[in-house]
């Protein structure tokens, strides 16, 4: 092992560190997984098959365009644990957790025939409490009677069913015939610069307190809630750091605020912020 190991060439994944956009593609069974993946390639990269099951393992793809470095991970898709029997697909489902841990971007592909699952709910919670960038897809959108409302009425109803993942773009395309599926990567390129997204600390202060102005937090035991700073102590995601006076003082309402004001403000279009 040793001799072999030798003459191999060094490990590319330092070259690759950091580089590409790490992107998975997370879904139920046969919402179109493989398919994107194959649709984005231009070529069969992947086993597409109607039989539950067919992906066991993530399957890494190294894709590049126009200068830009991508890793598009297709994974198994995740069943209700009822229907999860066989020891190996326990393991896959576990794999394709593990997977959306280490992505920069989540895909999370739902069926438009099907709409919003209690199954597509459970990932997109863990991709939200993963903090990771996510991008809602809705494949096989060429399946669908349509009007002119469709895609606003059907993008209605899923911002209703996934309420955290509000800040997520919804993209609606067809792996099957490649309609806007190449928009991918622009939302994927977006949202991974959101996630990276640093602001100043000083122009941060100056819009932080005019929103405090605006609307002042209530009251603590009727005593004055101060808030006197806020500072950006990370990205991916973007993590925010506020000192006061009475931390539990500052009710969930008021952070929901704050959160909001600062989407309006700096966006980040895809990227939960802390």
């Known amino acids: 092992m040793d001799e072999v190991t030798g003459v191999l060439p060094a490990s ?3 070259e ?3 580089k590409e956009i790490r992107v998975t593609i997370v879904g139920r069974p046969n919402v179109g997984k493989s398919s994107l993946i194959n649709r984005l ?6 086993i597409v098959n109607e039989i539950p099951g067919t992906t066991r393992d993530p399957i890494d793809t190294f894709f590049e365009r126009d200068g830009k470095r991508y890793v598009f991970v297709d994974t198994a898709g995740i069943r209700r644990k009822s229907r999860i029997s066989l020891r190996l697909e326990k393991y896959s489902i576990v794999e394709v957790f593990r997977t959306i841990d280490r992505s920069d971007v ?12 209690d199954q597509d709910a459970r990932i997109g919670g863990f991709i939200h409490e993963k903090g990771k960038g996510c991008v809602l897809v809705v494949n096989k959108w060429d399946l669908i009677e349509k009007n002119s409302r469709s ?3 059907f993008e209605k109803r899923v911002k209703n069913d996934l309420k955290y993942l509000s800040y997520a773009p919804i993209l609606f395309i067809s792996a099957l015939t490649g309609q806007r599926v190449m928009k991918i990567l622009e939302w994927v390129d977006r949202v991974a610069a959101e996630m990276k997204k640093r602001i100043a600390t000083s122009q941060l202060n100056r819009q932080f307190g005019r929103w405090v102005e605006n609307v002042p937090p209530p ?3 009727n005593r004055k809630v101060n808030l006197s700073y806020i500072t950006q102590v990370a990205a991916g995601p973007p993590t925010f750091v506020i000192y006061t006076n009475y931390p539990e003082g500052i009710h969930f309402s008021y952070e929901r605020y704050l959160i909001n004001q600062m989407r309006e403000t700096y966006e980040f279009l ?3 912020s802390v």
Do not use: F, P
Request: net charge positive.
């Open 12 to 14: 590319a994944e330092g």
């Open 16 to 18: 690759r560190d950091r």
């Open 41 to 46: 390639l231009g070529y069969k990269r992947v």
């Open 106 to 117: 989540a895909l999370l592909l739902l069926d438009a025939k099907e709409g919003v699952t």
């Open 151 to 153: 895609m606003a009425e």
């Open 219 to 221: 009251l603590h035991r």
């Open 270 to 272: 895809g990227s939960r």
